[in-house]
């Protein structure tokens, strides 16, 4: 897409619906997946920079490392050095509560 693309060519304005005031808002009739266009990709990251926060609603055909294809497509991704990643993936977090059946830690920022 060239700066001059209108992100609505890519990603109709009618599928997004903001959410919040200052940030958040919805991207429908979009299926995720690692093989979407580069200028699809390129149209979420501008939302993301717009919005800072988006979501992508029935997603349900995402295995854990279909996610993990779409989302290094994004940018690079950082698994945390404190908490393991799931079987198969190298960033996609394992929950804690898979572990121990309940939530032991809640947030750890890494710098």
């Known amino acids: 897409m060239s700066s001059t693309t209108n992100i609505d060519n890519v990603i109709s ?51 854990d490392a279909e996610q993990e294809r779409f989302a290094v497509r994004l940018d690079r991704l950082i698994p945390s050095p404190q908490v393991g990643v799931t079987d198969r993936t190298s960033s996609i977090l394992e929950p804690s509560s898979g572990r121990t059946g309940g939530a032991d830690q809640w947030c750890a920022d890494v710098i």
Do not use: C, M
Request: glycine fraction near 8%; charge should be positive; hydrophobic fraction near 45%.
């Open 13 to 63: 304005g009618a599928d997004v619906i903001k959410r919040a005031i200052r940030l958040g808002a919805e991207i429908r009739n979009i299926r995720l997946s690692g093989d979407l266009s580069d200028d699809v990709l390129r149209a979420i990251g501008r939302l993301l920079l717009e919005h800072k926060v988006i979501f992508f609603r029935h997603q349900q055909h995402l295995d």
